[in-house]
């Protein structure tokens, strides 16, 4: 594959943030401290696949439509979902922890949101919204592993990640096609593409300078590129090539 990165100061201005598979959409100004840009992928997009909701009478009743499997989702001018982007390089420091925890549901049997990231020993509040037994099953490399049975709607439980780690695998163990990718980083400069590849980066107290920028997709793999920010402000813009 060949890979194109650009990278240029950014104009703050009004974007709204398309629903990205049922979540709703979000209405946000980009502020000045903040790094955006748009991941695209240009070539075939294969089509996606129907799973095999039979096992689980719940799921087939709640999507009646049906579910596809996870892969290349690309939108609007060929902008992909789901790509994580972390800036490298950042000042070596201790950030603090976010008291607000991340949260991972389990609703229409998929996972909500599909790819996230939170930083290290940050709450993950995982709910099950699903009148079905799932199991929120995490397999790191780094972390410690877990799997706990969730089989009434309305359950929570609260799980944390203490050692950085990439693409964190999740799953259920009841229902196959649920995966979601979790990152578990020492910093806040982190984000996901909404389903239109767009993305917003806060770069809130992060100083001036060259940063690398690491992004990866669950298909395509991960790819680098660097930024500048001035003015506490940056872009960047990635396309995949077939």
């Known amino acids: ?15 709204a943030v398309p629903a990205l598979l049922g979540e709703e959409p979000t209405e946000h ?57 972390q800036l490298t390089g950042v000042p070596d420091e201790k950030y603090d922890t976010p008291d607000e925890a991340v949260t991972i549901d389990q609703r229409g049997c998929r996972y909500f949101p599909h790819v996230f990231g939170m930083m290290k020993r940050q709450d993950i509040k995982i709910l099950n919204s699903d009148a079905t037994l799932h199991n929120i ?14 089989p009434n709607k309305g359950m929570e439980i609260e799980k944390t990640f203490k050692k950085v780690e990439d693409a964190i695998l999740i799953k259920c163990d009841v229902h196959p096609w649920m995966k979601a990718y979790a990152f578990c980083l ?9 389903e239109n590849g767009k993305f917003e980066l806060r770069t809130a107290g992060l ?36």
């Open 1 to 15: 594959m060949i890979f194109s990165i650009v990278a240029a100061l950014v104009v703050t201005s009004p974007m």
């Open 29 to 85: 100004v980009l502020t000045p401290a903040s790094m955006s840009g748009v991941i695209t992928f240009d070539g075939e997009v294969p089509e996606l696949g129907g799973l095999d909701l039979s096992p689980d009478p719940f799921c087939v009743d709640g999507n009646p439509a049906g579910l596809r499997e996870h892969g290349l989702i690309v939108g609007a001018d060929g902008g992909l979902a789901n790509v994580f982007i």
């Open 137 to 150: 099953h995490a397999v790191p490399r780094e972390n410690r592993e877990f799997n706990v049975g969730m």
């Open 186 to 194: 020492e910093h806040p400069y982190f984000a996901v593409t909404d």
């Open 207 to 242: 100083p001036d300078g060259d940063y690398g920028v690491k992004i990866w997709h669950e298909v395509l793999g991960t790819a680098t590129g660097e930024v500048s920010v001035s003015g506490g402000a940056a872009s960047f813009d990635h396309e995949w090539k077939e």
